[in-house]
C-alpha cells in the first residue's frame, strides 16, 4: 500500500480531495452496533486519523458511516470498523468507493 505521504499538501496542510492519496468510502456496519458507543467510538478514532465525514445509525440496527481522508487512514478505519469498540460484535461490513469530494469539514455524528 502506498504511504499517504506521497501527495503534495496545499498551504494548509491539508490534502487537496483531488489528490491520488485522497480516499473516500461509504460503509455500512451490521451485527451488534448501536447502543455499544459505535458512533461515539467511529468519531473519536476517524477524527484522530485526521478524517472527515459521518456516521449515523439506521433503523435496520446497522450503522453507516462515510470516511474521506488519506488512503492510509481510511484503511486503517475499515480495519476499525471490523472489530469497533470493545461493546460491540461486528459480523459484517460492506463498503464502497465514491469519488472523493471532500465536502466535510470534519467528522460528525449524524441523528
Known sequence: MKNGNDSNPDQSGQVPSGSAAHRRVHVFVS???QGVFFRAETQHQASRLGLTG????LEDRRVETVFEGGKDAVANMLDWCKKGPA???VTGVEFAEEPPAGDFDDFRIRY
Open 31 to 33: 451485527g451488534r452496533v
Open 87 to 89: 461493546l460491540s460484535r
Open 54 to 57: 459521518w456516521v449515523r445509525n
